[in-house]
């Protein structure tokens, strides 16, 4: 038996995935951002340039496309094309190649991501994310806007309320370029203690040591440096502003001084959106500030300000099956099954069917048995609310046995009026 690829999944009962989806639409649209799509394969150099090269996405996580034949060799990197591994990178392409200039530019892509990890609970190697961005944000104030907007959307729309807000400041890049430095001589003092993944990045890439999920290496880490330390005026007071912005517009946080996300492009504003109910992969949210990944992407362009967040679906819809009984999901609109009791009514079980259909009625009709008892489980099964029963005798006399399944009332109805009396 051939089964799926290992890391992927198949989504049978799509009930929770759809109620994420509607949800997030209505609220985003609330806030007057607008859905895009972009393709699900981009070049590779694209999240080269914009992820960092020594991050684990690109250096180890990344699905590229091979060419299939010798004689399609790919001539260089810029022809080598991968499966998206996030959207943020592929929306600031499609900003810049379709010479965006309204800004800020507020939209959102909803849709599937790839990255070669080792699967676990809420890790996938094909899963979905929505993809929140700003791109023209230049007030610090956008930032505390988008993070109250999620806020208000995990607490109003999906009734979540186990769950904190984690949030860091990064500052401007030579706030980074400088705490490299610090960091770099800290790490000096504990190399005899940490792991050897940490060894390796705090030559290529200090800040990824906070990724380490090694409790030795998280247990010294509480001693290392923060990022707010080396602040400049600047960053500072934007640190400062957006620290009491959250706080007048009512939005709890935590100070994580290891928060650095993943990806290379952040700076300023990280955070993200934890729970308890998740175990080790934790957090279903997370997003920050990335001002200078325009240019990172084409140097010859000018750059934007600008702040997203991605919201891990498989990881949502862990946390809403645990309360699913109180969300507001709409239920499906009453269905008519309509039961023919052998192949002579077949024919007019399906001019029934047509009939129904074009007065907005929901039916199905079952044509694989003719045994009542048998009909009557199956359309109980599908959740009937009536089942419309023709037998010889329905058919004699142009009626239909109407019952209701909620009730077990049944009532013989003028074919030509059943539409009139399932409405009414």
Not at 168 to 174: I, S
Not at 224 to 244: F, G, I, R
Not at 258 to 267: A, C, F, K
Not at 383 to 403: P, S
């Amino acid at each position: 038996m051939i089964q799926k690829v290992k890391g992927t999944q198949d989504f049978i009962d799509l009930t929770l995935f759809n109620f994420i989806r509607n949800q997030t639409e209505k609220h985003l649209a609330e806030y007057n951002y607008t859905q895009i799509a972009t393709p699900i394969i981009e070049h590779t150099e694209l999240f080269l340039r914009s992820l960092g090269q020594h991050t684990d996405v690109v250096s180890k996580e990344m699905f590229i496309i091979q060419p299939k034949t010798e004689s399609q060799e790919l001539n260089s990197l810029k022809e080598q094309i991968c499966l998206r591994p996030e959207a943020t990178a592929a929306t600031v392409r499609a900003f810049i190649e379709n010479s965006i200039t309204d800004l800020p530019w507020k939209v959102f892509v909803m849709g599937p991501m790839f990255r070669y990890e080792r699967p676990q609970k809420g890790r996938f190697r094909q899963f979905h994310q929505i993809s929140i961005e700003i791109i023209g944000a230049k007030s610090i104030s956008q930032d505390a806007l988008l993070i109250k907007m999620l806020d208000q959307l995990f607490k109003k729309k999906f009734l979540l309320d186990n769950y904190a807000i984690l949030l860091n400041f990064l500052g401007c890049y030579d706030d980074r370029a400088k705490f490299n430095e610090v960091l770099k001589a800290f790490l000096k003092t504990v190399d005899d203690k940490i792991c050897d993944t940490c060894r390796e990045r705090k030559n290529k890439n200090p800040l990824r040591i906070f990724d380490c999920k090694n409790p030795v290496c998280k247990e010294i880490y509480k001693d290392a440096p923060k990022t707010t330390d080396v602040l400049c005026a600047s960053c500072q007071a934007e640190w400062e502003s957006l620290k009491t912005t959250l706080e007048l517009i009512a939005v709890s946080y935590a100070f994580a001084p290891t928060l650095v996300r993943g990806l290379d492009y952040y700076d300023k504003t990280v955070f993200e959106f934890v729970s308890d109910n998740l175990g080790a992969q934790n957090a279903f949210c997370g997003g920050g500030r990335y001002d200078r990944l325009i240019s990172e992407i084409s140097e010859n362009k000018q750059d934007h300000p600008a702040i997203g967040a991605a919201i891990g679906v498989e990881r949502l819809i862990l946390l809403l099956e645990l309360i699913k009984d109180k969300l507001p999901i709409a239920h499906q609109t009453e269905l008519n099954v309509i039961l023919p009791l052998s192949t002579k009514q077949h024919i007019l079980a399906l001019l029934l069917t047509n009939e129904l259909h074009a007065k907005g009625l929901n039916c199905d009709v079952l044509l694989e048995d003719t045994s009542v008892k048998n009909l009557m489980r199956k359309a109980n099964k599908l959740g009937a609310k009536h089942c419309l029963i023709l037998g010889e005798d329905e058919q004699a006399n142009l009626e239909v046995t109407v019952k209701n399944m909620m009730t077990g009332e049944e009532k013989r109805v003028k074919q030509s009026d059943v539409a009139v009396y399932l409405k009414g």
